[in-house]
């Protein structure tokens, strides 16, 4: 099986901030690399597919990149309703789309 | 509009049967899988299975194997996630939601999960 590893678990920010959260693969998993947004209740939100390509409606601040086993989720200028918890999945390993961990953006 | 609308939270006793429901509209339901995902009390997200509402074609990521059934109706554009025997340990937050191929800038083809259901609470406590 193929394992995701992000990291921070968690980070704290502040409005105007960037960070970077870091998915690592257990092995290469070529782009097939998905990221979500979550917040407190809700269900996640698809930001980013194939590693890099941004859904549509998703700001411009977001953006991935990666490739392989390395994978980075990078939020320029944070906004507040940035703060919630981030998913990366691999879509390589079809049908088992394992999730990584998450990683929570708290603000500072 | 597209949606997912799954069914309301349930609260039930240890050994007890259960069937949750997620059914789509807005798009031919029939043509996209449907995964299910599980999200225990404060914990992330789990990968439970997926299904082929064409075909019933199914499956189970192997930590969820032999302990729920998924399955659906494609009349009634309804993909379900059933327990026969719950235990406390199943409560959790159930989420579902549409497989979709999204076609990068680079040109590749990718599985992502584009339409999720509000999720449904199951509580299951003596």
């Known amino acids: 099986d193929i394992q995701m590893t992000q990291s921070p678990f968690s980070l704290s920010a502040s409005v105007g901030d960037r960070v970077t959260i870091t998915c690592r693969a257990s092995q290469s998993i070529s782009n097939f690399l998905n990221w979500y947004q979550q917040k407190p209740g809700k269900a996640p939100k698809l930001l980013i597919s194939g590693a890099s390509t941004l859904q549509s409606g998703v700001p411009s601040r977001f953006s991935g990149s990666g490739s392989g086993t390395d994978f980075t989720l990078t939020i320029t200028s944070l906004q507040p309703e940035d703060f919630a918890t981030y998913y990366c999945q691999q879509s390589y390993s079809k049908p088992l789309y394992t999730f990584g961990q998450g990683t929570k953006l708290e603000i500072k | 509009e597209v949606q997912l609308v799954q069914s309301g939270a349930e609260v039930k006793k240890p050994g007890e049967s259960l069937r949750i429901s997620c059914k789509g509209s807005g798009y031919s339901f029939s043509s996209y899988w449907i995964g299910w995902v599980r999200q225990m009390p404060g914990k992330g997200l789990e990968w439970m299975g997926i299904i082929y509402p064409s075909d019933s074609q199914t499956t189970y990521s192997p930590s969820f194997q032999g302990q729920v059934t998924i399955s659906a109706d494609r009349s009634i554009s309804t993909a379900y996630l059933q327990w026969y025997s719950l235990k406390a340990s199943d409560t959790a937050m159930y989420f579902c939601?549409?497989?979709?191929?999204?076609?990068?800038?680079?040109?590749?083809?990718?599985?992502?999960?584009?339409?999720w259901g509000q999720g449904t609470m199951v509580t299951v406590a003596s």
């Open positions: 939601a549409r497989r979709v191929d999204v076609v990068a800038t680079t040109g590749g083809r990718y599985e992502a999960f584009d339409i």
